[in-house]
């Protein structure tokens, strides 16, 4: 099974800029679409940014969009989220996750990476 690990996550000040990373395990040869998640203490986990493995189309959440960019790199089977302008509702742990060609839904996870924005 593919293993999804995060990294980059960290404290900023608001307005700053984070780079996250997200490397699987394996080939991706069957992967439909990689995306990012987030969850921040007492709430449910929200949709952050979506990709298309194949083509590379994405698409992001409405609280995201013009400030968050994401990204992937079909050679090293990794994902990344460039967060700029960063506002302290940002703060959460950020997942990735994949979900594979005729499946639906988004059956693998990584652990998750805290990012944090101060006011």
């Known amino acids: 099974q593919v293993q999804l690990v995060e990294s980059g996550g960290g404290l900023v000040q608001a307005g700053g800029s984070l780079r996250l990373s997200c490397a699987a395990s394996?080939?991706?040869?069957?992967?439909?679409?990689m995306g990012w998640f987030r969850q921040a203490p007492g709430k449910e986990r929200e949709f952050v940014a979506a990709?298309?493995?194949?083509?590379?189309?994405?698409a992001y959440a409405d609280s995201v969009k013009g400030r968050f960019t994401m990204s992937r790199d079909t050679a090293k089977n990794t994902v990344y989220l460039e967060m700029n302008s960063l506002k302290p509702e940002d703060t959460a742990v950020y997942y990735c996750?994949?979900?594979?060609?005729?499946?639906?839904?988004?059956?693998?996870w990584g652990q998750g990476t805290q990012v944090t924005v101060s006011s």
């Open positions: 996750a994949l979900q594979r060609v005729g499946e639906g839904r988004y059956g693998y």
């Open positions: 394996r080939r991706t040869f069957s992967t439909y679409a």
């Open positions: 990709v298309n493995w194949s083509v590379g189309v994405t």
